[in-house]
């Protein structure tokens, strides 16, 4: 695999021998047959395997064209959906943007302003958007594969009537794009009798896998990023994970089997820490990738997720003293796309001069690794992850190889990381209180 994803294991040494690591490698080498073959749990939901590799040149043009269409047309771009059909194009988004992105001039932005709705159900967040959108040329894409999930729809029924108003019909459904499932659910039908340009999820892809399929190729494409690198990055990660169950070899199912053994000695709860603000979203949709796929049948380590270093100062003391459930991993760039240097004061009032001509990527550094040593010493065991730029490139890898990690955890857990019942508890509550037809009535 080209070098751009390094995984860092030594802080948990003392907490999980290579013997043990080794230890666990019949049963890897096993579920890794489960995965390839099909033969495990949730094995229907097994299309984001091989999917980098099979996605074809003339599909990546088609998603292009219409982003194309989309930053050529329009000065905001809403995306709306939730949880898996939401969060990797925004941490996407995020990772690959200009921290300011939607203050910045349009032609320093070169695309439209990205927004997104339907991840929660808050009137005060909808009007406020559509104050934003009142005098911009808007486009949306409605991204849920069942189609007929309550929050983006909401979103999207509000949204559509804004459109029209604003357009009429016509113009409205040229600039209304639908993602959704190739053969069944209400958005496809809709889709269907509207006329929208519409793109699939396959049906063999869950939510939460779905970031490379036009469920995050989209957006991201019209948020600038270059598609064609990142599912590059995520082909390179796919040929060598699956190639190589050795976990010395396979640094994704490494990841995973440490975090296994970690689990079993009573670290239920998995920190990752982002050392770079770009990695926020990041962060946040693997919490969802891992919550979901293994929080089932009693199992699952708790994902929580900080960003460093605004979090030491807020959960670091907990991190340091707090009880001792928990381990780490940070998530870094090593290259910032911008260096900086902090630059020599002739009174040196903020006693800052001993750090004259050295650059905030290196002080950053620095901050990760006295963290990992302090957290360490506390009793914290923590693992590393390294990016070595904020290239799509990488975020493909990175992508891919959390999917492959999280699907061999969940194996290892024996649980279906491909499914999610436990969504459908607070759903059919919901659906009860508001007399939704056919959940009953009442409180
Ligand atoms: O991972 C999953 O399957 C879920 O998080 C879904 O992505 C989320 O519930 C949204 O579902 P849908 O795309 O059907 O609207």
Redesign the pocket.
């Known amino acids: 695999m080209t070098e751009t994803l390094k995984l860092h294991t030594e802080n948990i040494k003392s907490f999980v021998t290579e013997e043990e690591i080794a230890h666990l490698q019949p049963e890897v080498d096993r579920l890794h047959q489960d995965l390839e073959s099909g033969q495990g749990k949730g094995a229907e939901f097994l299309g984001w395997l091989h999917l980098p590799s099979q996605t074809t040149p003339d599909q990546l043009k088609e998603i292009q064209q219409s982003a194309k269409w989309i930053r050529e047309n329009c000065d905001a771009f809403v995306s709306i ?7 990797g194009a925004k941490a996407a988004i995020d990772f690959g943007s200009h921290a300011f992105s939607n203050q910045l001039p349009p032609s320093a932005r070169g695309g439209p302003e990205i927004l997104f709705a339907g991840q929660n159900i808050s009137s005060d967040y909808l009007h406020n958007l559509l104050d934003v959108l009142e005098d911009k040329k808007v486009c949306l894409n409605v ?7 309550t ?2 729809a909401i979103a999207f029924r509000l949204l559509k009537q804004f459109m029209e108003k604003k357009y009429g019909p016509d113009e409205a459904r040229k600039r209304i794009f639908v993602t ?2 190739p053969e069944k ?1 209400a958005l496809k039908q809709l889709a269907e009798e509207e006329g929208y340009r519409r793109f699939i ?1 396959p049906g063999d892809v ?5 970031v490379l399929t036009p ?1 995050g190729l989209l957006p991201i494409a019209v948020g600038g990023l270059d598609i064609g690198e990142m599912v590059a990055g995520a082909v390179d990660c796919e040929k060598h994970t699956s190639q190589h169950s050795a976990l010395d070899q396979n640094s994704a199912y490494r990841y995973a089997a440490i975090r296994n053994l970690l689990y079993q000695k009573g670290k239920t709860i998995e920190l990752m820490a982002a050392f770079h603000p770009a990695l926020q979203t990041v962060v946040e949709w693997w919490r ?2 891992a919550g ?1 796929s293994e929080g089932k049948g009693g199992q699952g380590i708790f994902p929580a997720t900080a960003e460093y270093t605004v979090d030491l100062h807020s959960l670091g003391q907990w991190v340091q003293e707090g009880n001792r459930i928990i381990f780490e991993t940070f998530l870094r760039v090593a290259a910032s796309d911008h260096s900086m240097k902090i630059s020599e004061s002739p009174e040196d009032r903020d006693g800052l001069n001993y750090l004259a001509g050295r650059s905030l990527d290196e002080v950053n550094e620095k901050a990760w690794q006295g963290t990992a040593q302090a957290h360490l010493e506390g009793g914290v065991p923590n693992m590393t992850l390294t990016l070595q730029d904020r290239s799509p490139y990488a975020l493909g890898q990175l992508f891919y190889f959390f999917q492959r990690a999280v699907a061999l955890s969940g194996y290892l857990m024996g649980v279906n990381p491909f499914d ?1 019942p436990g ?1 459908e508890f607070y759903k059919n509550n919901m659906f009860r209180l508001l007399n939704k037809p056919g959940f009953g009535k009442g409180k």
């Open positions: 959906g939730i949880g898996g059909s939401y969060l991204i849920s594969k069942s189609g007929t999930t929050e983006p959704t499932d659910g999820i869950g939510g939460r896998y779905s469920v969802q990738l979901e999610q969504v």
